[in-house]
């Protein structure tokens, strides 16, 4: 198992931003950005499809208040491994 198929299974193969199955592109997204520091540790990525990744008004990159909250943005002081 790649370490991408234990991302994908943690959802059980679904978006979690909106719940739809997983399309076989996904994006991988960094819940802490790597400009602020974030790695590509598995507690920091989560799978996403396209468009709640960055590719609709409604997703993850477009609505960044919603995402903190939810946790799939985490602040740049913050532990990734300590937000759930």
């Known amino acids: 198992m790649t370490d991408r198929d234990a991302l994908v299974g943690r959802h059980d193969g679904h978006c979690p931003w909106c719940g739809h199955p997983l399309p076989v592109l996904y994006a991988v997204h960094h819940r802490q950005l790597r400009s602020q520091g974030g790695d590509d540790s598995p507690a920091n990525l ?39």
Do not use: K, M
Not at 61 to 80: C, K, M, N, T
């Open 46 to 84: 989560v799978c996403l499809c396209h468009s709640c990744h960055n590719g609709s008004t409604q997703a993850v990159h477009h609505q960044p208040s919603i995402a903190y909250e939810r946790g799939f943005l985490v602040h740049s002081w913050d532990d990734p491994t300590e937000i759930p």
